[in-house]
């Protein structure tokens, strides 16, 4: 399945931001779905993934105060509702596929990658 990330743009320190996870391609709902991040000079971070249902989410320690994912299979979408950002969250947004069946909560699972969105936090 074919996953792009959108929504992001510039935004305010404190304000939030909602990013979507398109599907293109394949049938979405056998799929679970990850968000990572990557900022300039640093690695790729795994923030948060939900299963193929929608029905179980996971959150890393970094991400579970300030980010909230959920999912509309109807829509072939999952969103990354991000609150309270600060400068610390300027980064390049992924989004990635698991297959149906796998630990969609581990972020080993994950190894494609599409086009990200880059979302900047101005103070």
């Known amino acids: 399945v074919q996953l792009q990330a959108s929504g992001g743009g510039l935004v305010q320190a404190g304000g939030s931001v909602r990013l979507s996870c398109a599907a293109s391609?394949?049938?979405?709902?056998?799929?679970?779905v990850g968000w990572f991040r990557q900022a300039p000079g640093k690695a790729r971070e795994f923030l948060s993934a939900?299963?193929?249902?929608?029905?179980?989410?996971y959150a890393t320690d970094s991400a579970k105060e300030r980010f909230h994912i959920s999912r509309d299979n109807a829509k072939n979408t999952v969103y990354l509702q991000m609150n309270s950002l600060n400068s610390e969250d300027t980064a390049v947004y992924f989004c990635?596929?698991?297959?149906?069946?796998?630990?969609?909560?581990?972020?080993?699972?994950?190894?494609?990658w599409g086009q990200g969105t880059l979302v900047t936090v101005s103070s």
């Open positions: 939900i299963g193929w249902t929608g029905g179980t989410t």
């Open positions: 990635s596929a698991a297959p149906y069946g796998s630990k969609w909560y581990l972020a080993s699972t994950y190894n494609q």
């Open positions: 391609t394949g049938t979405f709902s056998n799929y679970g």
